[in-house]
């Protein structure tokens, strides 16, 4: 193994970190304090789910500036102001009293994870490897759900010891102590061979579209519904996921460890999907990830067996989150590294709405029909809508061919 080799895995684990402490800690937790939340304030289920939904929102509407900004200076400094808003959130949710204030909070945190950890981290790892992407990315990636699985835990417990503000300033801590340091030292955008030129200049020299001609291609629009099918789906379910349980007669811990487990497996999941997208395109493997998340909804459907329930755990577990590390994979392998940042946050505005309007449509429902039946048969349908698109896509020289007909044209 080269030094630049070993440098880029280095990176990969700071960002595991990065995103374990958090997006893990950040937008994975929010199954456990959403009971919490109900508890504490006494809000509607439709209610509280704005509180979910405003932290995708201003996530979503922050990833195309980060996305513009990526493409032009370093990432070390997107990723430090995106931590240190993180932690300041934290620090403010110990502190609310109100809707207002909570609602502050959370759209502050959605603007700290969307600059601190999956577009940077996808940017810097899209960068730093070729063959092993998939590999490096799925490990970076389920730095977000391992942090779901050691986080979830660690919050319900000092809520259940010493209330929703303490969780809130605990989750804190280790942002400020370890996560700012630790991208202050080791990230870098791209590996040393380009020194002498900017991240812009460097990344014209990179293969792929320019991002106009990226909005004339399929795939593009491919991609645009599976970012908005993957984020409806997986929102609506998981923020609603532990009071899910509840309803279903489940103990409050089991249904907390229920969601823990869950982002075990999916971490797990990640990493051989990553080795599955290196093998057979990362296309075909979001499209799997897709029909194993609609086979998950059935099983949902009988949870109140326990059996069934198990089956559902370790089904949805398997790739519910995988689609956060595929996505960045397909945009590099069919729009190219050119200008990597700017279509994927482009793309990611799919996300955003997909992820505003999942945990509120499912608290919409539930409180209208009392059940989270219709909700779930609704997002069925959609995780098979969003492996139709994922299927349809195509590989960036083909892309380029169909569609502009001449490589140069591609570049115009």
């Not at 969601?259 to 999941?269: K, N, Q, R």
């Not at 089956?311 to 729009?335: H, Q, R």
Request: aromatic letters at 12%.
């Amino acid at each position: 193994m080269t030094p630049q080799e070993r440098q880029g895995w280095f990176i990969v684990g700071c960002l595991f970190v990065a995103m374990l402490l958090v997006f893990g800690s950040g937008y994975d937790t929010t199954p456990t304090f959403l009971p919490a939340l109900l508890k504490t304030f006494g809000w509607s289920r439709a209610k509280t789910s704005f509180i979910p939904s405003l932290l995708a929102l201003s996530l979503g509407i922050c990833v195309i500036p980060v996305g513009w900004l990526l493409d032009r200076v370093e990432a070390k400094f997107v990723m430090l102001a995106g931590t240190i808003a993180a932690g300041g959130a934290f620090l403010l949710a110990s502190h609310a009293h109100s809707f207002a204030e909570m609602a502050a909070a959370y759209l502050l945190l959605g603007i700290g994870i969307a600059a601190g950890t999956v577009m940077p981290a996808a940017f810097v790892v899209a960068n730093w490897f070729g063959a092993r992407r998939g590999l490096a990315m799925g490990i970076t990636s389920a730095g977000t759900t391992t942090g779901g699985m050691l986080m979830n835990p660690v919050a319900a417990k000092v809520i259940g010891a010493h209330g929703l503000r303490a969780a809130y300033f605990v989750l804190a801590v280790p942002i400020f102590a370890i996560v700012v340091p630790l991208v202050m030292l080791t990230v870098r955008s791209r590996p040393p061979g380009a020194h002498r030129m900017t991240v812009a200049e460097a990344g014209a020299r990179l293969e792929g579209f320019e991002t106009a001609a990226a909005l004339r291609t399929r795939s593009f629009w491919m991609i645009v519904i599976a970012q908005f099918c993957f984020a409806l789906a997986a929102t609506g379910v998981l923020i609603h996921f532990n009071q899910y349980l509840i309803d279903l007669h489940y103990s409050a811990a089991l249904a907390a460890t229920a969601v823990s487990v869950s982002f075990g497996i999916t971490t797990a999941g990640k990493v051989l999907m990553g080795l599955f997208a290196d093998r057979i395109t990362a296309r075909i493997a979001l499209a799997v990830s897709f029909a194993i998340q609609a086979i998950a909804l059935v099983l949902a459907l009988g949870a109140a067996h326990p059996w069934l329930m198990a089956m559902f755990v370790l089904t949805f577990g398997a790739t519910f989150a995988v689609p956060l590390m595929l996505i960045p994979l397909l945009i590099a392998e069919s729009m190219g590294l050119r200008r990597f940042g700017s279509i994927s946050g482009i793309t990611a505005v799919a996300n955003t709405i997909g992820a505003a309007l999942g945990p509120i449509v499912s608290g919409w429902i539930f409180d209208f029909a009392h059940s989270y039946t219709l909700a779930f048969e609704a997002y069925i349908a959609i995780y098979i809508l969003g492996a139709i698109a994922a299927w349809a896509c195509r590989p960036y020289s083909l892309e380029r061919e169909i569609t502009f007909g001449a490589p140069a044209a591609a570049e115009a």
